[in-house]
Structures are given as C-alpha cells and as structure tokens.
C-alpha cells in the first residue's frame, strides 16, 4: 500500500544532480593589497613602536595576504594621544555641520571604492562576495550617510538636554563584518564629536586599513580616526588605558565580560554587543516555503558568524517533518566554495580557530546524542570549511542548544504551544534576537513582546539598517546601535 | 509615668507583599542620635533573605511590566495617597532619626511630590523613548522600551525616604521590580513606606525592601545570577567597585546615583527611566 509518506517521498525533488554552475569569479585585479601595513596614527601610517608584524591569512586559499603591524601599548598609547590632541584641537571646536561633511565625504569615497572593498573583504574574510557586495558595504556606506545628518541635529535628539561629547572613544570590533563593524562605531562617534582609535580584529584587518587610507584621503583632521591592528594585548590595551573616556566593543560574551570587569572602578562608560543563541521560531500557520528560505538566511548567513544568527530553530509539532524535509531540499542547493565567485552561498570559516570551535561542537552535540544532517556538497581542498550542519534531537540541556556556535550549524526543537516556546526561547542567558514565522499578526505581536532580546524579526531574518536599533537584552551586552538610540552611549546629556 | 504605655511597632523587612523577619535571626539597634535611646531592633538581612527577595521580585516582573500604563500610573498615584495620609507619621520618624522640623517636612513634601511625579511618567515615556525607524526596505521597523527586569538597588544612606523614593519610582515606572537596601542608621522610613506600598495595591514582590549592612549585602546584590541590573546611591569606592565586577558575571547594568542633595529638581527627568529600560526592534515585512 502506497501511504502519504510515500508520496510525499516521490515527490521530493532531487537539487543536487542535474543542477550545474559554472564558476563566475569576481575578479581581484583592480585591487592592490600592500605587502606590509603599518598603523595609522595622527593621520599618517607609521611603523609601530613594538617593531612586530603578523599574517593575515586568506581562509578560502590559506595564502598570506600581508603583514600586518602588531601595536604595543607605547603605539595605543600614541594613538589615544593623538585622538586627544586631534579632539582638543580640531574635533570639539568643529560645528556640527562641518563634522557632517567629513562623515558625508567618508560614505561616499566607501561608495565609490565599494567593489575594491567588497572583494578585499571577502579575500580576507572568508564571506560570500555576494554578501559583501551587497550588504556589508552598502550598509557601511549607508551608516555612515545616516550619522553623518546627524551631527548638526543632536540639539533634538533627547528631549530637554543637550550632548556633550565623551572625548576619546576606544573600540574594538569583530572579524565576522569587519567594515560593516567599524562603520556603526566610527560613524555615531564622529556624528556626536567624539574622536576614535579603533582596533579591527586580528584575522580580518584589511578593510579598516583600506578605511584608514580613504580617511586619510577624505582629508579629516589628523588623529580623529586612528586605527590600530594587533590581537586580544592590544585591545586590552585600549580598554585600560587612561586616556580613553569610552569604551565600545563588539564581540564575544566571554570577552565583554573581562572587559567590563577590568573597567569596574574606573568610572569609564561602555557599550558591550556580545554573542547570541537567537530562538527562531515557526508556528504552524507560517508561510513555510518562506519559512525555510528565512532560516536559511537566519542560520547560514555569512557562514553563521553572526551574533544574532537563527541558530535555534523551534518548529511547531504537525508542521515539523514538512518543514524539516523542505529545509534538507533547500540545503541541499546550497553552493559552498570560493568566497569570490558570485555563485556561493556559503564561504569560509573565518580562521582554523574558529573552524576548530565548530568542529568541536558539532562533535559535542553528536556525543551528547544529537542527530546531524549535513549537506551532500563537495568542499574546496584547502581552506577552512564547515558544511551548513542540522542537529535534531536535542534538549534545552544540551551545550549545542545552550552555548553560542558562531558556525553554519542549526539546532532544530519542537514546540506544541506559544507558551512552550516562550519558555524555551528565553530559556538562555543571551538575548540579541529572535525570529517569528506566522501568518497571524495579532501571534506576532504576541509572541514578539514576550522574547527577551533587543532585535525581532517577524517573518524575515537578519535584516540590517542604519535607523534601526540594534543590541542585546541579558548576556548579548548593553547599549545600542544604529538609529537615534544609536547616539546615546556616546554622548553626555547636559 | 506617661498616662497611656504605648504600643511600638516591630519594623520589620518587606518580601514578596509580606511583613517577614530575617530569616537569620539578626538584629540590630537603632538609637536616637540625640539619646541614644532605643528605638527599634531592625532585621540585619542576610544573603537568603535577598535570595528570597529576588524570587519573588522575579515572580512579580512579568505581570507588573504586563499591567496597562494606565494602571501602573494609578498605582504610583495611589502610593502617594498612602504616603500623604501618613505624613505625620513620616515626620515623627524623620524627627527621631535627628531631622528638624523644616527639614523632615521638607523630605516628605518632595517624596509624595516626587511619586506624583514619575506617577504622570508611566504612560508617557514609551511615547518619548520609541522611534519608528525608516529602514531602506519593505518593513514596517519600530522600537519601543521594555523593562531591563529585577533591579537590585542601594540605597541612599542619607535622606532616607527622598533617596529611596527618587531611586525607586523610575525603577517601578518602567515596569521593573526591585530588591531595595534601605537606609542602615535611619531606616524607620523605609519600613513605614513598606506599610505605605502594602496598601496602595503594589502587587507583592514589585518592590521588596530590606534593611542590613551594605558591606554584607552589596556582594550578593551584585552577584546574583538573576539580577539584571544593580543601582547603586551611596558613595563607598571599594563597594562601587565590587559591584562592578560582579556585575560582569552575567553583564549586569550598573547605575551609579551618588547624589547630594535628593530633594533637588534635577532629579525629576525621564532619563532616569531609561536606565532600566532596553530597546526592543521589531522588524514586519509589508506586503500583501
């Protein structure tokens, strides 16, 4: 006897077979990555004080791409009194308006490089082109162009004060957006008069140097952006150096917890977004094609090195195994390979440490009992690699549930009632984001103001814009970024 | 010999709507400054008494912050009716713990003022805090504040009931619930206001008030896996400093209120809401 099973089974489509790309290459010719940067200090690149350089490393080719200067405390310590002297003489006396149209030079010279950026990103990062083309640059660029209008408008941001700036903002951000990353801390700081040294992450230096060389060319003051390359001493460094009078980090929990730690008693404000476990949430009534094509984006999205990533999937009951087989058959579709053919979904891991981290949770959640679904796809011989991962069968206990992956590997649970899946949404110390699938509005609104996180998606994921707010409830950090919001952890009302 | 032997009250600590004694057993004496009289063997709480607070305050958060703007409004209104009605009694305590006349009236005329004040809030800061954010995309994208949860909260040592009540309504206002350290040598007006808070239907747990040391508590205030977020009014460093650090264990909020003078009018602004509150954004396609 055929049963609905059977069916269901036949009618399943098969991706993988018949369905060839040939490959589409961006090219890398029109970009010129220099053999050895230094740091950029007071306007100009200069050797550091520390003499020391360090490789960073393409993830798709594991080819060294170039040397990078390592900074020391003496060289944080010039940078911090080169944006002191930068905000004593130039920034702070400068009229909002005229701090607009640097900020203004700043977005355009990104639009008008973008392609250079984009690829350069990719080369350096591991990330898909596509993505880099088409999110991480225009929303720098854009995030610059939003705080740049803000600048001679503070007067009407908080009602009944008016903005001080802080000084000398210290910030330090992660190698998952890199430039997308150093646009929402410089542009709001710059925005509100505060001058910058900023401390890209150590794997994915380039773009901030690239962004250094167009400040420079943007002709702003000397010292009101510094940038600065060097690993986890140097952004300490920053963090307990004196002179800093903010402090803004983007990272994980585990760090911005030291980090608030080594702050106590200092009396320095700070703004932590940290890492994430987000609950993505499907109800039975959802759209569920849509559905799917959401948790993918939710999940598998710059190789799921994203703090609010989907990463848990909770599936109502009766719809669980339509949705699950659906989820395969679009995996199954998925290009993994060359971050710069415009073809892949999905590129490299960003590192072999953070390649190892994945590994060795997705053996975790196998010795904890979990099932694994992986997709069928061929990876590239060299590079650092992780096929987009499914994990069934886990439990709220389980680390893989529990622990944030940053990685292309989904839990996926079932739920049988809205106050179930509340329950277990907000059963985690993290609270970034959250994601919704449903048909029903009134459902939306309901389960929306009961998540505990600061960013909710309904009926979309992963969604990013200038005006809107983005930062964590609970563990995931404190302050926000983007949006009117956005200004406040760099200003003093009055 | 006085005509009539007075009744005196035990002052006792306020968790989850109850009049409870520590669950230690301590005590500590409160004299007159002048006299160095008696005047009341108050509850040194001890960590599970905090514990026990945090429980019910964690208990009591969700259907606070559920409660309609217009109720929690009416609520701070009505706290204030209580605190008129009590007045005298206020001003007696205020007198015992060493106040002048002018200046124990001068403490409760801007509490009672005060609580009118954030009263008229409840309802009004979500319209100042809440933007609608025009994204570059086919979203309708807003932001509106939530409360940040329970909230421990240290109070001022001087200016006792002022203190209190200027650190406390913005907490409440935004829909949190707190655990409060009261004044430790002049904590007579927090008990009172605990009797206050019980019959102004304050749901129990929403504000829980303990009385003790703050070298002992300010430890567990800070530590606490289920705080989300510490105030902290008074002026010790190394406290401070403590406090800080715990709060990195699970990235607590840590708002320092070292104030002078408490009846000041600058303590009247929305922005001390904000302290407790997180923006939440929500993203919702448009579309057919």
Redesign the interface.
Known sequence: MITDKDIQKKQRLDFTSAWTYDPAPESSDHVTISDKYDLFIGGKFVEPVSGTYFATVSPSTEKKLADVAEAGEKDVDNAVKAARTAYDTYWKKMSGRDRGKYIYRIARMIQERAREFAVIESMDGGKPIRESRDVDVPLAA?HYFYYAGWADKLDYA????KTQPRGVAGQIIPWNFPLLMAAWKIAPALATGNTVVLKPAETTPLTSLKLAELIRDADLPPGVVNIITGAGQTGSAIVNHPGVDKIAFTGS?QV???I??S???TGKPYT?E?GGKAANIVFEDAALDQAVEGIVNGIFFNQGHVCCAGSRLFVQEGIADALIGKLKDRMETLIVGDPLDKNTDIGAINSRAQLDTINGYIETGLNEGADIYQCKCDLPSSGYWVKPTLLTGVSQSHRVVQEEIFGPVLTIQTFRTPAEVIEKANNT?YGLSGGIWTDKGAK?FKI??KI?????????FN?F?P?????G??????G?EG???GLLPYVE?I | MADRIDVQKTYKIYIGGEFVRTESGRYYPVTEPKSGKLIANLCLSSRKDFRNAVVAARKAQPGWAGRSAYNRSQILYRIAEMMEGRRDQFVAELKRSGYSAAKASKEIDTSIDRMVYFAGWCDKYQQIYSTVNPVAGSYFNFSVPEPTGVISVVAPEDQPLAGLVSVVAPVIAGGNTCVVLCSEKSPLTAVTFSEVLHSSDVPGGVINLLTGQETELVEHFSSHMDVNAVIYARSHKDNLKRIQENASLNVKRVVVRNEKDWTDAKHENPYTILDTLEIKTTWHPIGV
């Open positions: 854009a908080f009602p009944g004060r929990t911005g917890k030291l608030q730690k702050l106590a008693g932590l940290l110390p939306i929306s103001t505990r996180s600061g960013v909710v998606w309904a009926n979309t969604k814009d005006t809107s707010p983005f930062g409830y609970k563990e995931s950090g404190m926000r949006g009117l919001h009302l």
